[in-house]
Every structure is written in C-alpha cells, then in structure tokens.
C-alpha cells in the first residue's frame, strides 16, 4: 500500500480548512440576515424597492423653489429679452434665490438682485477648469470697482463693445507670457481669430499653429528674425515632435 502525505485524506473527507471557512461563512450569512430583519424599515418593500414612507417624508418637506414657469407670465418683457440672450439656460433662482414665497406673495416678499461685483465672477471669474471659450475674465484687471451690471445687463450680459485686448478675458495666459520671452509677441502673431470671436468666443475659436515650421520662421537655421533669437535645425531637432510638446508656447524656455 502507498503510503500518504501528511496533507491529503485518506478517507476522501475535505480538508479542516474547508470546514473552518464554512463555519465563518454561515455565521456572516446568519448575522446579515439577522442585521436586515432588525434594520429594515417597517414600509420598506410595500411599493418598490424602497422605503414607502419616504414619498411622504419628502412631499411634506417645505417648498422653496417656485421654478421659471412661475416666473414668466408676470415677467414677460424679461424673460423675453432672456430667452434670446447667453443666459437663455440660466434660471432665474439661480441669481434671484429660491421665490416661492414670493410667488405665494409677490408684495411682501420681493426677489433679491446681486448687484456687488463678487457675484458674477463666481462663473465668469477665471478657472483653467471650465470649458474652452466660455467667457472669463480676470476680476482684479477687468474695470476693478465697478458693479458688473455697469456695463452689462444680467438678462442680455452682450457686452456693449468688444474688450480691448485678449487679456481681458485671457488674464492668466497674459500674465504668463509677460514674464517670458515672447512678452512682446502680439497674440495675433500666432493666433489668427475671427473679429465675431470677442462676442461669441465658443462659436468663432481662434486657430492655433498645427506645424513645427510656423515655430521655424523665428527659430530655425536660417530665420531672418533678430540675432539673440534661439536657432534649431528642425531638421535634426526631435523631427517627430511638435515644438509646444516640450516648449509651452506663452512661456517657451527650454525644459
């Protein structure tokens, strides 16, 4: 006869592994369906996968909101002026705070107006993290002091005239590239934008170079730019790379 190693059975019976696991496993299972029975709200289950009384927790809560449908049949004029506006998808309670006590009564409770500056740089303020072309402005260059319903209206925020100069809306790109070596680079130079991008800047996107020989006409062997300008030969010079993939355009000093 064979003899046996000390870890199998000769009996065919499982390992005592098996069984200690099982026990562990029935009393997880046991205390589950213990804590479910005496945890389970009473109403649980009645309509849904849910608690049933909570339809009526939340339909007793107090009302604060009134919505914008509220709003439009007493201010036609405006909501007319706003539907056609940048802040057609923005809804009144948003600037104006929750109105259904005002719809309720409209006398005695009367909607407030944000009219100090700090109001509106809370979406317009600048911030790298919203979308490209969504209007931002830096709120410390951008007519300091003054309220921003001066200029613009909050129901049609068009601006009256187009701003002066990009930094108006691009402070931290200028103040970047002010400190660099491009600092008297006009934007123009490597940007090329459509005059309608200052009043619609997400419908009309300005270009940007796509090719390492708009870099070359100032930097490459040969340029006809000024003297103390860096040369490469684009030839040799990382040939598969584009130039912004390891000099930041606005500030380009080498890594």
């Known amino acids: 006869m064979l003899g046996h190693s000390g870890g199998e059975d000769p009996g065919g019976r499982f390992p005592p592994q ?19 029975t005496v945890l389970r709200p009473a109403t649980f289950g009645e309509r849904g996968h849910y608690r049933s009384a909570a339809l009526t927790a939340v339909t007793s809560l107090e009302t604060h909101f009134a919505g914008r449908e509220e709003c439009e049949p007493c201010h036609a004029p405006i909501v007319d002026r706003k539907s056609a506006s940048y802040h057609r998808g923005l809804a009144c309670e ?6 259904a006590a005002h719809v309720a009564s409209p006398i005695e409770n009367t909607p407030p107006a944000p009219r100090d500056r700090a109001y509106c740089p809370l979406c317009h303020g600048y911030n790298p993290s919203r979308p490209t072309g969504f209007p ?12 921003c319903i001066t200029c613009h209206d909050p129901h049609d925020p068009t601006p009256p005239h187009p701003p002066e100069s990009c ?18 680079l006009p934007c123009t130079r ?25 870099c070359g006409q100032c930097h490459a062997q040969g340029a006809t730019s000024a003297p103390e300008i860096p040369r490469i030969d684009l030839g040799t010079h990382y040939p598969r790379d584009m130039c912004w993939q390891c000099h930041y355009p606005h500030h380009p000093e080498a890594n």
């Open 18 to 36: 098996v069984g200690r696991l099982a026990v562990v496993g029935l009393v997880l299972a046991t205390a589950f369906i213990g804590a479910r």
């Open 94 to 99: 948003v600037c104006h705070g929750a109105q």
């Open 136 to 147: 931002q402005i830096d709120a410390a260059l951008h007519n300091p002091g003054r309220p």
């Open 167 to 184: 930094s108006a809306c691009h402070g931290e790109i200028a103040r970047t590239k002010a400190v660099s070596y491009h600092a008297q």
């Open 190 to 214: 490597c940007h090329e934008a459509d005059r309608r991008h200052v009043t619609s800047p997400r419908g009309f996107r300005p270009t940007r170079p796509a090719a390492r020989d708009f």
